[in-house]
């Protein structure tokens, strides 16, 4: 086996889903491990060191919004929510506890591993990634440090989940155009399925929630509603990238 390829670790209690996921992975030639509960799944974090991690979030023992939040109190590792629960609100506790992306039961396997391909390039880049051309983006109150990967608002750093801040970047690269939701799934996830599109609005309200003052009446991100999303334009006395 190819030990330099990134390491899957699979959270899964439930037998049949379980084995649906890793025969999938097995015949992609990913390299995973399997943990049934989350005591198994944190000491394999700790001592396997794996790449991203595939969470249910109905584990036996502990709630898997518990798991991610111990997680993220150390690592920044992918975490991909794989969960039976498709309300928004489970949805946004998962994001904001700090997953980086959420996958609704049932699924077909070619969108999980849409989602693996996404998040490993994605992975990918983030590591051999050199300084952005322009390293700041500066509009009204907002700031994004591209080469730091950090976010600021009125001076404050906003703490963002990995697709929150590739949403803001995606936006803030193309400000002023409006942008499809067809765009936006395929740049984000590489793919453009129907489930796509009912996240892009969970991570867009969570987003809001953290840049906007007043969410339900947006300054930066304007939505066309049926069509897609738009960063507006603010003037401000010294201009981006003045420095």
Not at 18 to 31: C, D, G, H, P, V
Not at 44 to 68: C, F, K, Q, W, Y
């Amino acid at each position: 086996m190819n030990h330099n390829k990134p390491l899957i670790l699979l959270v899964e209690d439930d037998t049949a889903v379980k084995n649906l996921i890793a025969t999938t992975l097995e015949m992609q030639n990913y390299r995973f491990e399997t943990a049934a509960n989350g005591q198994q799944a944190l000491i394999a974090v700790t001592s396997r060191n794996p790449d991203i991690m595939l969470l249910d979030l109905g584990l036996p023992d502990m709630d898997g919004v518990e798991i991610i939040k111990k997680i993220r109190g150390w690592s920044q590792m992918p975490i991909i929510v794989i969960s039976a629960r498709s309300e928004d609100r489970d949805k946004i506790d998962a994001l904001d506890a700090g997953a980086d992306d959420y996958l609704t039961k049932p699924f077909s396997v070619e969108e999980l591993l849409a989602r693996v391909r996404t998040t490993l390039r994605r992975l990918s880049y983030m590591r051999s990634a050199g300084p952005a051309e322009e390293s700041v983006f500066v509009n009204g109150d907002l700031k994004i440090d591209y080469a730091a990967g950090c976010v600021y608002l009125s001076g404050e750093e906003l703490h963002l989940t990995p697709i929150e801040y590739k949403l803001l970047c995606l936006l803030a690269q193309n400000v002023g155009k409006v942008l499809t939701h067809t765009f936006i799934t395929k740049e984000v996830w590489g793919s453009t399925w129907e489930n796509d599109v009912a996240s892009l609005r969970v991570f867009m309200a969570t987003l809001r929630k953290k840049i906007e003052t007043d969410p339900s009446q947006p300054r930066y991100i304007q939505t066309h509603v049926g069509v897609g999303y738009r960063m507006l334009r603010h003037d401000q006395e010294q201009t981006a990238g003045s420095e």
